[in-house]
C-alpha cells in the first residue's frame, strides 16, 4: 500500500474541515468526506462567531459540487479496466492461435484507460473551480470575513503528475483575520531579506525613517549675491544700449541709401 504522503495545506491549529484527506484516507477510489459534509458541523473555533444561519448557508450551497468528489468514477473505471484486462488474459490463454500476444491486446487498454484517467481527473478540477465560483457568486467570502475569519478552499495533488505516494487533498480552511493579517506582515518582511531574528527591530526602523523624512525641508535655491545681481543687471543694460546703437545704424545706412536713390 505505501507510505501515505502529508498535506501541507493547513495546520492542526486552524480550522478546517477536510474534503479529502490524504493521511485518514488509504483507498485512493473512495472519498466519505465528500458524502459526509452535508452534515458536517462547526470546526470548534468557529462555533462562537459564526452563526447557525451562515453555516447552514455555507454547507447547503456546497453540498451539491461537494458531494460529486466522492471518486465514484474512478472506481467505476478501474472495475471496467480489470474487467477486460482480465477477459484479454484468458482469450489470450484459451485461444492462442487466433490472437495475438498479450502485450499488443493490452496496451491498447492500457491507453484507453490513461484516456479515460484523464478525463476524470479534469472533471474534478473543474468540480474544485465551481466550488470557488459558488463561493464568490454567495458572497460566502465576505460573509465569513465580517465575522473575522478567511475562508479558503486549497487543493493540492489533483493533476495527473504528483510526488511518489501522494494523493489528492482537497480542504476548506477558517484562519481568523488577524491571524492572515500577522502571516501576510511576516511574509512581506522575509520577502524584504530582513530575517527572523531581526523582525522585532522592523517596526522600529521604520519609525526612524519616517522621522528622518519628516525632518528633510524641501531645498530652495539660495539668493544671488549682491555683485553677481549688479553684474547682471549691468550686462542687460550693456546689452540694451548695444542694440539701440546697432539699430540707429541701420536707420542711418537706410536713409543714406534713400537720399541717393532719390536724387538719381
Not at 544671488?224 to 540694451?240: F, G, H, W
Request: aromatic share 10%; charged share 20%.
Amino acid at each position: 500500500m505505501g507510505n501515505l504522503y502529508s498535506s501541507n495545506l493547513t495546520e492542526n491549529s486552524v480550522a478546517h474541515i477536510w474534503i479529502d484527506n490524504p493521511s485518514s484516507n488509504p483507498c485512493t477510489y473512495s472519498n466519505p468526506l465528500a458524502k459526509q459534509f452535508a452534515t458536517v458541523e462547526k470546526p470548534q473555533p468557529l462555533s462562537s462567531s459564526v452563526d447557525d444561519a451562515l453555516w447552514m448557508s455555507f454547507r447547503d450551497v456546497l453540498t451539491p459540487l461537494v458531494a460529486k468528489l466522492n471518486y465514484t468514477d474512478f472506481s467505476i473505471l478501474n472495475i471496467t479496466f480489470s474487467a477486460l484486462l482480465l477477459v484479454v488474459i484468458i482469450a489470450t490463454v484459451i485461444f492462442p492461435n487466433t490472437l495475438k500476444t498479450i502485450n499488443s491486446e493490452i496496451a491498447p487498454l492500457v491507453i484507453l484507460y490513461l484516456i479515460c484517467y484523464g478525463i476524470l481527473l479534469k472533471k474534478y478540477q473543474t468540480i474544485d473551480e465551481q466550488i470557488r465560483r459558488v463561493m464568490t457568486t454567495n458572497n460566502l467570502f465576505d460573509r465569513f470575513k465580517n465575522v473575522g475569519y478567511d475562508v479558503a478552499y486549497k487543493t493540492e495533488h489533483t493533476g495527473f503528475c504528483k510526488p511518489k505516494h501522494a494523493k489528492p487533498a482537497r480542504v476548506f480552511v477558517f484562519r481568523s483575520v488577524e491571524a492572515s493579517v500577522v502571516s501576510s506582515s511576516c511574509a512581506v518582511v522575509n520577502a524584504g531579506g530582513i530575517g527572523s531574528g531581526a523582525a522585532a527591530d522592523a517596526d522600529a526602523v521604520d519609525v526612524e525613517v519616517g522621522r528622518a523624512m519628516r525632518e528633510v525641508d524641501t531645498p530652495t535655491a539660495p539668493p544671488l549675491p549682491s555683485e553677481i545681481q549688479v553684474v547682471t543687471i549691468d550686462s542687460y543694460k550693456m546689452a540694451s544700449d548695444k542694440s539701440k546703437k546697432e539699430q540707429e545704424g541701420l536707420d542711418f545706412v537706410d536713409s543714406f541709401y534713400a537720399d541717393i536713390y532719390n536724387k538719381k
